[in-house]
């Protein structure tokens, strides 16, 4: 059983950053795809990001990209979003992921995700 654990959400103001972190629990992470994905009150989680195993390949939702860059330190066991230019529709609870399928393109939907963190909680004031 893979546990990841997230870090790093708090308040931040309009047009500031933070970096996000999610620490998964065992060396296999390196094997995995990883997302990020996120969820408003009153909304369906959402896709954010996500990133092959070798990190070689990245995707992320038009609302974020230019914006948010998604990294991984497999060494680490560690998966990042650093998130600049916050806006207060970026508010929500963010989730990171795993895909034990050994997939070469990381996947967009959270059906396809094995295992979650329990979220970490941004908020962005105006």
């Known amino acids: 059983q893979v546990q990841l654990v997230e870090s790093g959400g708090g308040l931040v103001q309009a047009g500031g950053s933070l970096r996000l972190s999610c620490a998964a629990s065992?060396?296999?992470?390196?094997?995995?795809?990883m997302g990020w994905f996120r969820q408003a009150p009153g909304k369906e989680r959402e896709f954010v990001a996500a990133i092959s195993w070798s990190g070689g390949l990245a995707y992320y939702a038009d609302s974020v990209k230019g914006r948010f860059t998604i990294s991984r330190d497999n060494a680490k066991n560690t998966v990042y979003l650093q998130m600049n230019s916050l806006k207060p529709e970026d508010t929500a609870v963010y989730y990171c992921?795993?895909?034990?399928?050994?997939?070469?393109?990381?996947?967009?939907?959270?059906?396809?995700?094995?295992?979650w963190g329990q979220g970490t909680q941004l908020t962005v004031s105006s």
């Open positions: 992921a795993a895909d034990s399928s050994w997939r070469t393109v990381p996947p967009r939907t959270p059906l396809v995700y094995d295992y």
């Open positions: 065992e060396r296999t992470f390196s094997n995995y795809a």
